[in-house]
Nanobody
């Protein structure tokens, strides 16, 4: 089925920036809503942000609003997460997800396809 591959994670100092990418397989990328989730050790996977298939609707968690920006380039089958002013509490494995369904894009159950994740570590 659809394959998603995240990249761009790494170790950064608090206040720094990273840009994550999620490359998707398939020829119908433009029909999928996309989301980013993150999971810290011992914690549940949580919603970060999402973008609909047209790129016209956005959702952000309260904890990242104003610091993170989601975008997509359908011609490249790629979604991005620009992360600025990173904080130690942002440390987690970040996952991209996709769905062709009309669903609640803020919930895990709203997605059908998941990447393997990329580690983001923010030091103080």
């Amino acid at each position: 089925q659809v394959q998603l591959v995240e990249s761009g994670g790494g170790l950064v100092q608090a206040g720094g920036s990273l840009r994550l990418s999620c490359a998707a397989s398939g020829r119908t990328f433009s029909n999928y809503a996309m989301g980013w989730f993150r999971q810290a050790p011992g914690k549940e996977r949580e919603f970060v942000t999402a973008i609909d298939s047209s790129g016209g609707r956005f959702d952000y968690s309260t904890s990242v609003k104003g610091r993170f920006t989601i975008s997509r380039d359908n011609a490249k089958n790629t979604m991005y997460l620009q992360m600025n002013n990173l904080k130690p509490e942002d440390t987690a494995v970040y996952y991209c997800a996709a769905t062709g369904r009309r669903s609640d894009y803020t919930r895990l159950s709203g997605y059908d396809y998941w990447g393997q994740g990329t580690q983001v570590t923010v030091s103080s």
